[in-house]
């Protein structure tokens, strides 16, 4: 009988968890009082419950400095982590801000100690990722550019109201006007405020440059101007007017954040040309271009196709300048859900879709794209050949992670941006057919040839 040669294998024990950050701390985060947890034997209780005062976050710092923690982990819960993060990154603490999905525990009971201490005992074990967050100074233009969106909102609200007004008193100055905020609109919505309702001369009031003829407005004037109405009209043109005003006052503030960065000392791309055209609707008050150009340390990003300069201050205050915080193009696009999620089990795929976001940079992107479907450029003709292929959201998603590339890369190595021919893209399609021919027709013993007429 034949011995079995094979050795007896040892069973090793195996630490499945190794502890990687062994000074962590766990804070869970509510609206009137943090829980925090840290490692079992630094203090005589390894929970505690602090306010959410200021000075109660000091406390918590002194606790989390004489319990010798180095990184703490907290959730991001609303806007109530913002305070706490910001005091605890200025105290030297490495501050973790991690996404809620990340945290998903078995079910079972849950408090604010079990949370608390959930979170410390994985960021001891590694297991949690920060959530990207840029520098004070981007965050700080990040969060003006957020507000300054908002009052544009409002602003646009009122003018609905001022619509609604003058269609309840039959004025419909909405028929002969685009835009009832243009010159010749804003003239004839003052005087009628102000207690004008003769009609040739609130058409007189006219622009030159308006399609309509005097005539035409003149017609459209005719109502029945009620009290009430003028009054709703009359309020709305105030509102209206207050948040325009708080609007410039946001870009004055936005223009003195952005000159506090230097002066590029080797610009990567020629500065913006200035330009005389007269200033659209809702652009900032002030050379946004330049200020962009300067913040970026001389990379012109308005020179791709599709992104002007309110979409590119809307991109960069939530990615910043810095794109070593992503490792590789790959990773960026994936922060931006502009790639695809591919879910795999049993070896197939079984969805692939971009996953939902609301991340602001990935929907600036998106209408950047968008905007391209009747562009003559070769990222036109790009979303354009995609929209056949597909449909339209997948032809803008296409062409978003496309622009996003391009963005990265301009940024990463501090090049200018080469726009590519027209039909560039048209060509490497058809090259790429013709390739996937000449293999099909090899396997089957035939050789194509190109026909020259």
């Given at each position: 009988?034949?011995?079995?040669?094979?050795?007896?294998?040892?069973?090793?024990?195996?630490?499945?968890?190794?502890?990687?950050?062994?000074?962590?701390?766990?804070?869970?985060?509510?609206?009137e009082?943090?829980?925090?947890?840290?490692?079992?034997?630094?203090?005589?209780?390894?929970v505690?419950?602090f306010?959410?005062?200021?000075?109660?976050?000091?406390?918590?710092?002194?606790?989390?400095?004489?319990?010798?923690?180095?990184?703490?982990?907290?959730?991001?819960?609303?806007?109530?982590?913002?305070?706490?993060?910001?005091?605890?990154?200025?105290?030297?603490?490495?501050?973790?801000?991690?996404?809620?999905?990340?945290?998903?525990?078995?079910?079972?009971?849950?408090?604010?100690?079990?949370d608390?201490?959930?979170?410390?005992?994985?960021?001891?074990?590694?297991?949690?990722?920060?959530?990207?967050?840029?520098?004070?100074?981007?965050?700080?233009?990040?969060?003006?550019?957020?507000?300054?969106?908002?009052?544009?909102?409002?602003?646009s609200?009122?003018?609905?109201?001022?619509?609604?007004?003058?269609?309840?008193?039959?004025?419909?100055?909405?028929?002969?006007?685009?835009?009832?905020?243009?010159?010749?609109?804003?003239?004839?919505?003052?005087?009628?405020?102000?207690?004008?309702?003769?009609?040739?001369?609130?058409?007189?009031?006219?622009?030159?440059?308006?399609?309509?003829?005097e005539?035409?407005?003149?017609?459209s004037?005719?109502?029945?101007?009620?009290?009430?109405?003028?009054?709703?009209?009359?309020?709305?043109?105030?509102?209206?007017?207050?948040?325009?005003?708080?609007?410039?006052?946001?870009?004055?503030?936005?223009?003195?954040?952005?000159n506090?960065?230097?002066?590029?000392?080797?610009?990567?791309?020629?500065?913006?040309?200035?330009?005389?055209?007269?200033?659209?609707?809702?652009?900032?008050?002030?050379?946004?271009s330049e200020?962009?150009?300067?913040?970026?340390?001389?990379?012109?990003?308005?020179?791709?196709?599709?992104?002007?300069?309110?979409?590119?201050?809307?991109?960069?205050?939530?990615?910043?300048?810095?794109?070593?915080?992503?490792?590789?193009?790959?990773?960026?696009?994936?922060?931006?859900?502009?790639?695809?999620?591919?879910?795999?089990?049993?070896?197939?795929?079984?969805?692939?879709?971009?996953?939902?976001?609301?991340?602001?940079?990935?929907?600036?992107?998106?209408?950047?794209?968008?905007?391209?479907m009747?562009?003559?450029?070769?990222?036109g003709?790009?979303?354009?050949?995609?929209?056949?292929?597909?449909?339209?959201?997948?032809?803008?998603?296409?062409?978003?992670?496309?622009?996003a590339?391009?963005?990265?890369?301009?940024?990463?190595?501090?090049?200018?941006?080469?726009?590519?021919?027209?039909?560039?893209?048209?060509?490497?399609?058809?090259?790429?057919?013709?390739?996937?021919?000449?293999?099909r027709?090899?396997?089957?013993?035939?050789?194509?040839?190109?026909?020259?007429?």
């Amino acid at each position: 009988m034949k011995k079995d040669k094979k050795k007896e294998q040892k069973v090793v024990e195996l630490d499945a968890f190794e502890q990687i950050n062994h000074n962590a701390a766990g804070i869970d985060i509510g609206a009137e009082e943090f829980y925090v947890a840290v490692p079992k034997g630094r203090d005589t209780e390894s929970v505690r419950r602090f306010p959410t005062f200021t000075a109660d976050i000091h406390r918590l710092a002194d606790w989390l400095a004489q319990c010798s923690v180095r990184t703490v982990a907290i959730e991001s819960t609303g806007v109530y982590w913002i305070p706490l993060y910001e005091i605890l990154e200025k105290r030297g603490f490495e501050v973790y801000l991690v996404n809620a999905r990340h945290l998903k525990n078995v079910t079972g009971r849950k408090t604010d100690v079990l949370d608390c201490q959930w979170l410390q005992q994985l960021h001891t074990y590694g297991l949690l990722r920060a959530s990207f967050r840029p520098s004070e100074q981007i965050c700080a233009i990040r969060s003006l550019v957020r507000h300054r969106d908002m009052l544009v909102a409002y602003r646009s609200a009122h003018i609905q109201h001022m619509q609604k007004a003058l269609n309840l008193m039959n004025v419909r100055l909405t028929n002969v006007l685009s835009d009832i905020t243009g010159v010749t609109g804003m003239k004839i919505i003052r005087a009628i405020v102000s207690g004008e309702r003769n009609r040739k001369v609130l058409a007189s009031y006219r622009d030159a440059k308006c399609a309509k003829s005097e005539e035409e407005i003149e017609k459209s004037l005719e109502g029945n101007y009620k009290l009430e109405h003028l009054f709703v009209l009359k309020q709305a043109l105030e509102l209206y007017d207050f948040y325009d005003q708080q609007i410039k006052q946001c870009d004055q503030e936005l223009e003195t954040l952005y000159n506090e960065f230097e002066e590029p000392d080797q610009p990567g791309t020629p500065a913006p040309e200035k330009r005389k055209r007269k200033r659209r609707k809702n652009q900032p008050h002030f050379d946004l271009s330049e200020s962009l150009y300067r913040m970026t340390g001389g990379i012109d990003l308005t020179k791709i196709d599709g992104l002007e300069s309110l979409t590119v201050q809307e991109i960069l205050s939530e990615t910043g300048t810095d794109m070593s915080k992503w490792r590789t193009v790959k990773h960026f696009c994936s922060w931006l859900c502009l790639a695809p999620n591919n879910k795999i089990t049993g070896g197939k795929v079984r969805s692939s879709h971009t996953p939902h976001t609301k991340n602001r940079a990935s929907n600036a992107f998106r209408i950047a794209a968008q905007s391209l479907m009747k562009s003559k450029s070769a990222l036109g003709a790009y979303c354009r050949r995609m929209a056949a292929l597909h449909d339209a959201p997948t032809a803008i998603t296409a062409t978003a992670h496309k622009l996003a590339k391009i963005f990265y890369f301009m940024l990463k190595r501090r090049e200018a941006y080469r726009p590519l021919a027209t039909d560039y893209y048209e060509k490497e399609h058809r090259d790429k057919v013709v390739r996937s021919l000449q293999r099909r027709a090899a396997t089957l013993g035939f050789r194509l040839e190109t026909v020259t007429s």
